[in-house]
């Protein structure tokens, strides 16, 4: 498995994660995931200590984890931090839970958004009707979404045979969400609550909607576009973005961005 590297130190290691990759392994995941491909580049040595029990539980948990210090769901693309020692997977969780950590995501949703930009404040928690998915609920937990706009299309130029002009689309955004907090499903599922679901959801855009979005895009739409931190060893406040290939790649399809005018 190939995985691309942006960055690499004694400490750390930034990569830019593929679709269709999964980061931690289960026994419902079939093929090689990202803690496989971690643990045969860097964590052989470390799996050993730990099974002879010569660890704490800070090495315990580092080694647990292969070096993941968070995680993108399977089709989620793009950059990730990698811890290559106990001291900076310790630092990186504490920047995580102490919300140290800046982070920014591109999406392809549909519709379009009655405001260029804006703040979305509803309460996340799992579904009662499907464990599995996420929910706005009542008694959720605080998520907090910033996000902005960045192009419109109203054209596109879709393969004929896909007939995706007839679909009942009405258009895409291109949106920049920041989280200022890290729930499960978070921008996934405040997109959708809006009323502009990320292209190829298959879990929150709805299954009609999802069928004719596969025709033309393989994947959930949704890129980790930048992160910043502080590194480690010395404080320094860095950042790394993702060469958003995939998306790209599936933005051809559309003609040039327009000025959509809100209500039309």
């Known amino acids: 498995m190939e995985i691309p590297i942006i960055f690499e130190d004694s400490e750390i290691v930034v990569i830019d994660k593929p679709s269709g990759v999964v980061c931690n392994?289960?026994?419902?995941?079939?093929?090689?995931?990202?803690?496989?491909?971690?643990?045969?580049r860097y964590l052989g040595k470390g799996e050993g200590r730990r099974e002879k029990g010569e660890v704490n539980?800070?090495?315990?948990?580092?080694?647990?984890?292969?070096?993941?210090?968070?995680?993108?769901?399977?089709?989620?693309?793009?950059?990730?931090?990698?811890?290559?020692?106990?001291g900076a997977f310790v630092s990186l969780l504490r920047q995580f839970k102490e919300r140290g950590v800046q982070k920014t995501y591109l999406a392809l949703t549909h519709g379009y958004w009655q405001a260029r930009e804006g703040q979305i404040c509803l309460p996340i928690g799992r579904r009662r009707d499907d464990r599995k998915k996420m929910g706005v609920r009542e008694d959720g937990r605080e998520s907090v979404t910033n996000y902005e706009v960045?192009?419109?299309?109203?054209?596109?130029?879709?393969?004929k045979e896909l007939k995706v002009d007839d679909r009942g689309y009405v258009g895409f955004s291109l949106v920049s969400f920041k989280p200022k907090t890290g729930r499960t499903h978070q921008i996934r599922v405040h997109a959708q609550q809006m009323g502009h679901p990320i292209v190829?959801?298959?879990?929150?855009?709805?299954?009609?909607?999802?069928r004719e979005d596969r025709k033309w895009c393989n994947r959930v739409m949704l890129q980790a576009d930048r992160i910043e931190f502080e590194h480690p060893r010395n404080g320094k406040r860095i950042h790394f973005e993702s060469k958003n290939e995939e998306i790209q790649a599936v933005l051809k399809y559309f003609g040039a961005p327009v000025n959509h005018t809100p209500g039309e």
Do not use: C
């Open 200 to 210: 190829g959801d298959f879990d929150y855009a709805g299954r009609k909607r999802n």
């Open 150 to 159: 960045i192009a419109e299309y109203t054209t596109w130029e879709f393969p």
């Open 25 to 40: 392994r289960a026994e419902t995941v079939e093929g090689e995931t990202l803690q496989d491909w971690w643990d045969g």
């Open 57 to 86: 539980e800070d090495e315990k948990y580092f080694v647990e984890r292969s070096g993941l210090v968070h995680r993108l769901d399977r089709e989620t693309s793009g950059v990730m931090i990698m811890a290559k020692t106990v």
